[in-house]
């Protein structure tokens, strides 16, 4: 499902296309078991529409979408940072800030390797905060969110790497620590503050990263 969702949010599968069971276990070789699987979590994303005889049909992704996922996103993360704020094992927490120190003041080289690292490092934080709530639900809602927000996560990246635009390595480093030490101080409304801040700006960096397609702005906004 993940590569499914990564060639639609690359628009190697544009908007508008139907999405045909057969061709697309050929073309990930799997059973169509999985693919039907796939198709009915992304349609529960919003990322294709499953209609009634005509099957599947890829959404055109728009800023304002990304926006909007980004709203919800904030609003979970920071509750779920709240909430871990000294619950959180603190060996993990210690673990992972001198790793992020270290990435973020070495100057990382605009490698794929250090954009590996850095997806490493920000689903370690995410994950141990989501792990750490001690709200069931909230942690299940995260986790199947997750794809999603990964995806999009990956596919900025990717953009960035092939316009050689490396700044938001060290700038996201240095935002996951400040998340960090807040929590390491128990510090749960600055903590969760510092998430928003994170949030907010990666935003920036999805939106930039939408394909431009016909019927679009420049910005990856369908127009017309």
């Not at 990564?6 to 070789?29: E, N, P, S």
């Not at 935003?203 to 679009?216: D, H, K």
């Amino acid at each position: 499902m993940a590569s499914l969702l990564g060639d639609i949010l690359h628009g190697r599968i544009k908007g508008g296309q139907h999405l045909v069971t057969d061709d697309l276990a050929a073309r990930f070789k799997v059973s169509h078991t999985p693919i039907r699987e796939a198709l009915s979590t992304l349609g529960g994303m919003g990322v294709i529409t499953l209609e009634p005889n005509r099957g599947a049909v890829v959404r055109r992704v728009t800023v304002r979408e990304v926006r909007e996922v980004c709203q919800v996103r904030r609003v979970l993360e920071c509750e779920a940072v709240r909430l871990a704020a000294g619950h959180i094992d603190a060996a993990a927490l210690k673990a992972l800030a001198a790793d992020l120190r270290k990435f973020a003041t070495s100057g990382p080289p605009a490698t794929t390797r250090s954009i590996l690292r850095a997806q490493e490092l920000d689903s370690r934080l995410h994950d141990l905060i989501a792990v750490s709530t001690g709200n069931a639900f909230l942690a299940h809602e995260l986790n199947r969110l997750k794809l999603l927000f990964r995806a999009f996560r990956d596919v900025a990246w990717e953009h960035d790497h092939s316009q050689r635009n490396f700044e938001r390595l060290s700038e996201e480093a240095r935002e996951h620590l400040a998340i960090v030490d807040h929590l390491l101080a128990g510090k749960g409304r600055e903590a969760a503050r510092a998430m928003s801040r994170h949030i907010r700006s990666g935003m920036t960096y999805w939106a930039r990263a939408l394909p431009v397609s016909s019927g679009s702005n420049g910005n990856g906004v369908k127009v017309g």
